[in-house]
């Protein structure tokens, strides 16, 4: 059921506009407000899945729970298939031995390739870049989701973790581009140390064009960029076909001045 969306907030008109704009990578999980964020993309892939790049995840790390992760959240998307399936939220606590086990996450996510059930599998995270790096190292994965904004505290995702990634030609979804949670790393919104360390903050903030053209000028495929209200879709989605992506030396500038 699709929960009545707020007054500035209906998420099913701002993925409908955004495909009407041309945006067409999806990103969804079902630890999203507890599967509500794909229950509102299910209500317009049920109409328009072929225009859709679908990306979701599974926080389980088992087989058995991966598989039941997944049949619950092809029901709310209302398919019968991803383009891209993710192991979600890699932390220095995972054992990534243990994923490739008869009993593990990455046997399930490739049976599921196999199957066809998704085109591509890949993990996320924004914990640890060096749990990331282990990851990536160790398996074949086709992507990588993974924190990338000018921030000191994700220096090593972009100067360790990104040539590995990039190295291994896979692709490459930036994600916390304007800090996560309230976007705050932008110029007037409010400073929260909320949920450390998966947002980020710093006392310089910028313009909101400033960090999409960051996040492009670095070696990533695309860029997953939240939204709460359409103004700021169209507002993104402006920048993104008018901005040029930053030359090196002012993205080792605005580096500096937000370190």
């Known amino acids: ?12 008109a701002i993925a409908e506009t955004a495909l009407n704009l041309g945006v067409t ?6 630890a999203y407000n507890d599967g509500q964020s794909e229950t509102n993309f299910g209500h317009v ?4 899945r072929k225009e859709v790049f679908l990306a979701s995840k599974s926080s389980d790390r088992s087989y058995e729970g991966t598989m039941r992760s997944v049949e619950r959240s092809l ?11 993710q192991i979600h939220g890699i932390t ?3 054992n990534a031995a243990d994923w490739a086990q008869p009993t593990g996450v990455l046997t399930a996510l490739q049976k599921l390739r196999d199957q066809k059930v998704t085109r591509f599998i890949g993990i996320t995270g924004h914990d640890n870049a060096d749990a990331l790096r282990r990851a990536i190292e160790m398996y074949e994965f086709d ?3 993974v924190a990338l904004n000018p921030t000191s505290n994700r220096r090593p995702y972009r100067e360790d973790l990104l040539p590995v990634a990039n190295k291994k030609n896979m692709g490459v979804i930036a994600m916390k581009v304007m800090g996560g949670g309230n976007g705050c790393l932008v110029t007037g919104n409010p400073l929260k140390k ?3 360390p998966y947002h980020d903050q710093t006392d310089h903030q910028v313009d909101p064009a400033s960090l999409i053209r960051y996040a492009l000028s670095l070696p990533v495929s695309v860029a997953v960029i939240g939204v709460a209200t359409l103004e700021q879709l ?22 500096a001045a937000m370190g």
């Open 1 to 12: 059921m699709k929960l009545p969306p707020s007054a500035e907030h209906d998420p099913v």
């Open 25 to 30: 990578y999806f990103d969804t999980a079902p």
């Open 45 to 48: 892939l049920a109409r328009r």
């Open 75 to 85: 029901k709310r998307l209302q398919t019968d298939h991803f383009d891209l399936l």
């Open 92 to 94: 220095t606590k995972d």
């Open 143 to 145: 992507t990588l989701l």
């Open 194 to 196: 909320l949920m450390l």
């Open 234 to 255: 169209k507002a993104d989605v402006r920048m993104v076909r008018e901005a040029a992506p930053l030359t090196i030396a002012e993205r080792r500038a605005l580096e």
